[in-house]
């Protein structure tokens, strides 16, 4: 039998009317911020400062605990660079829906869960509260000796590595917070995106190609649970055949009417 396509009236209904709602959000939410994604489009229509950044660069030489070891320097330039443009980075409209949505979620009773993937920090700039970071932040570096976290200025590291300035003898430099392939996501992070995906009513994956694990996961962990799944991305996804209505769009277009459809202006 043919599936049902739920218009975005239907979504805001169901918005209006969720209990537990949770928002997975991935590099595609800041893209409109001017940050690069890392996949997905590439195209024609973009400048390119904006190409993703798995076409320029190799993630294996970059985004590894191995990649770190072997060329710490270069690990290190290449993340202070994107830090400082994160730094710099102001969020769209898609973020500032997001703190909307929270907002009127919660003003109705629900509880409302940000899973984000983005190290940026945009979403706490955009008034979100309670942001799960499942990869980690790159606003935050922190020793790999001993692990002490540091929020270093906006100004470029003078030394690559930089120094932690703790006491572990060559060991004592600074990574950037993320979470890099192979690595494990923060136990808290885990904890908090397995219980509000658990029981959340309406799920919601925006600007994320759902490719990589075991964020991607939870998509389907919530459809497995007969939780209403809606997408938002420009292009289609693996997720896109799964989600019970899959909007086509910017998230800096469709969030801002979703939220307004459902809570008014
Ligand atoms: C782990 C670092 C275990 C930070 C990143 C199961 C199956 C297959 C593979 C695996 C699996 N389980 C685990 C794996 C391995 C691996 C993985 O998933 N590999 C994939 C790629 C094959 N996963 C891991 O290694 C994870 N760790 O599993 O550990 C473990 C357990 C115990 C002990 C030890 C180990 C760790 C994953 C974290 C990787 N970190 N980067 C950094 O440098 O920033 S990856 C990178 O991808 C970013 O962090 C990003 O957050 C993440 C996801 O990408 P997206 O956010 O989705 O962005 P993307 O560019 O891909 O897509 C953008 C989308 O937006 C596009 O679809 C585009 O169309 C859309 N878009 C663009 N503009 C807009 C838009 N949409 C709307 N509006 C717009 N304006």
Known sequence: MAKLRPSIEH?????????SVVVLTGAGVSAESGLRTFRGATGADLPPDMRALWKEFDPQ??????????????????????????????????????AAMQRGVEERGGSFTLLTQNVDRLHHKAGSTGVVELHGSIIVWRCAGCGRRFEPGAEPFERHPAPSGCRHGAAAILRPDVVWFGEA??????????????????????????????????????????????????????????????????SGEVLPWIVELAFGA
Not at 11 to 19: H, P
Not at 69 to 95: F, I, M, Q, T
Not at 197 to 220: K, R
Not at 222 to 249: H, K, L, Q, W, Y
């Open 61 to 98: 030489t970059l985004a590894t605990p191995e990649a770190f070891e072997a060329d710490p320097e270069k690990v290190s330039r290449w993340y202070d660079w994107r830090r400082r443009g994160c730094l710099a980075a102001e969020p769209n409209p898609g973020h500032t829906a997001l």
């Open 185 to 250: 996501l923060p136990e808290p992070a885990i904890r908090a995106a397995d219980a509000a995906v658990e029981e959340c009513d309406l799920f919601f994956s925006v600007g994320t190609s759902a490719v990589v694990f075991p964020a991607a996961g939870y998509l389907l962990l919530a459809a497995r649970n007969g939780a209403f799944t809606v997408e938002v991305n420009r292009e289609d996804t693996p997720a896109s055949g799964v989600v019970d209505c899959s909007i086509r769009g910017s």
């Open 11 to 19: 979504v805001g209904e169901r918005l209006r009317g969720a209990k």
